[in-house]
């Protein structure tokens, strides 16, 4: 009689157990997915780089300038602009709504890049 218990204790604590696992696997892999993503964009010889981007709803772009001379980021659609940055200066901005947004450098308007967001 104590052996059918034990089992059953046992039986019932690996069941348990396996659930409590499965909950865990599902809680990290949520926690993963809302995990606000980071990318960069580096301007460097007159130039964004990479000039396209794609990037999911809710990621942040951060810019830096690698150049020796300043360089601004502006949305041709007002959705944003940067001050004047420096060398190894940096400007950043949340994506939260799908869509394209153009950019260039108010200071060099031949440079140009796009930011797609999905």
């Given at each position: 009689?104590?052996?059918?218990?034990?089992?059953?204790v046992?039986?019932?604590a690996?069941?348990?157990?396996?659930?409590?696992?499965?909950?865990?696997?599902k809680d990290?892999?949520?926690?993963?997915?809302?995990?606000p993503?980071?990318?960069?964009?580096?301007?460097?010889?007159?130039?964004?780089?990479?000039?396209?981007l794609?990037v999911?709803?809710?990621?942040?772009?951060?810019?830096?300038?690698?150049?020796?001379i300043?360089h601004?980021?502006?949305?041709t659609?007002?959705?944003?602009?940067?001050?004047?940055?420096?060398?190894?200066?940096?400007?950043?901005?949340?994506?939260s709504?799908?869509?394209?947004?153009p950019?260039?450098?108010?200071?060099?308007?031949?440079?140009t890049?796009?930011?797609i967001?999905?």
């Amino acid at each position: 009689m104590r052996r059918s218990v034990s089992i059953a204790v046992l039986t019932v604590a690996v069941v348990i157990g396996v659930g409590t696992v499965d909950v865990s696997q599902k809680d990290l892999l949520a926690s993963a997915q809302q995990k606000p993503e980071t990318t960069e964009v580096k301007i460097d010889n007159f130039s964004f780089g990479p000039g396209t981007l794609t990037v999911p709803v809710g990621t942040t772009v951060t810019w830096t300038n690698r150049d020796d001379i300043p360089h601004t980021v502006v949305s041709t659609e007002g959705a944003f602009k940067s001050k004047v940055l420096d060398t190894d200066e940096k400007f950043a901005y949340t994506f939260s709504k799908a869509g394209t947004y153009p950019y260039f450098c108010s200071i060099h308007p031949k440079m140009t890049g796009k930011v797609i967001v999905q």
